[in-house]
Nanobody
Framework: VQLQASGGGLVQAGGSLRLSCTVT????????TSWFRQAPGKEREVVAA????????YYTDSVKGRFTISRDNAKNTLYLQMNSLKPEDTAVYYC????????????????????WGQGTLVTVSS
């Protein structure tokens, strides 16, 4: 399973970006997915997670109401819509996937994930 993240860039505070993560696998089903981020000098942290059904989601408190995670299983693609961006959102964003038996489970622990994308840099200027 390979993950390819894209969509990062430079944006002003208050702006929006949409990240995409394409999974190169015949079927995207049965893989729970998430977005993590890592800012300079900080540990990688979960931003949002979604079950493989796409129905159940999780957001870290700092992005609630601003970010939306979604997935299109027919296109084998995971998304992260980021609105009202803040300078503190500046980080490298990584998508991750984990095979899951349960359609409604999401996972927030970094060590739960077996597959990672290469990261895409998001820079928010003040």
């Amino acid at each position: 399973v390979q993950l390819q993240a894209s969509g990062g860039g430079l944006v002003q505070a208050g702006g929006s970006l949409r990240l995409s993560c394409t999974v190169t696998r015949r079927t995207f089903d049965n893989y729970a997915t998430s977005w993590f981020r890592q800012a300079p000098g900080k540990e990688r942290e979960v931003v949002a997670a979604v079950s493989w059904s796409g129905v159940v989601t999780y957001y870290t408190d700092s992005v609630k109401g601003r970010f939306t995670i979604s997935r299109d299983n027919a296109k084998n693609t995971l998304y992260l819509q980021m609105n009202s961006l803040k300078p503190e959102d500046t980080a490298v964003y990584y998508c991750a996937a984990k095979r899951s038996l349960y359609s409604s489970n999401y996972y927030t622990r970094l060590d739960s994930y077996h597959y990672w994308g290469q990261g895409t840099l998001v820079t928010v200027s003040s």
